[in-house]
Nanobody
């Protein structure tokens, strides 16, 4: 079965950095786009970043732009989210997703076909 594999979680002091992968497993797929979202307890899930696999189109939410970076490793079929200058408000469960259809709006969650299980990020003061 195809799935997106994320690490179990990460914890960092405020101002620190975390880099998490999201890797497709099960079979080789042609990925059109990857997306990260996050959800804190009691809050709605929010968009964080999205990229086409060729990196022609990349989007970041205003709250993370300049601090977070999305990147890809084609050989490993993996996307990475680098989180720098982490703030307490960045603490959340982070979800990655993969889309396989072209011509989609890559920031929209309902355009994605495969979802990771979520990764807990904690940020301490």
């Amino acid at each position: 079965q195809v799935q997106l594999v994320e690490p179990g979680g990460g914890s960092v002091q405020a101002g620190g950095s975390l880099r998490f992968p999201c890797a497709a497993s099960g079979r080789t797929l042609r990925t059109h786009a990857m997306r990260w979202s996050r959800q804190a307890p009691g809050n709605e899930r929010e968009f964080v970043t999205a990229t086409t696999w060729n990196a022609v189109s990349i989007y970041y939410s205003s709250s993370v732009k300049g601090r977070f970076t999305i990147s890809r490793d084609n050989a490993k079929n993996t996307v990475y989210l680098q989180r720098n200058s982490l703030k307490p408000e960045d603490a959340a469960v982070y979800y990655c997703a993969a889309a396989f259809r072209p011509g989609i709006t890559i920031t929209r969650a309902n355009n994605y076909d495969l979802w990771g299980q979520g990764t807990q990020v904690t940020v301490s003061s």
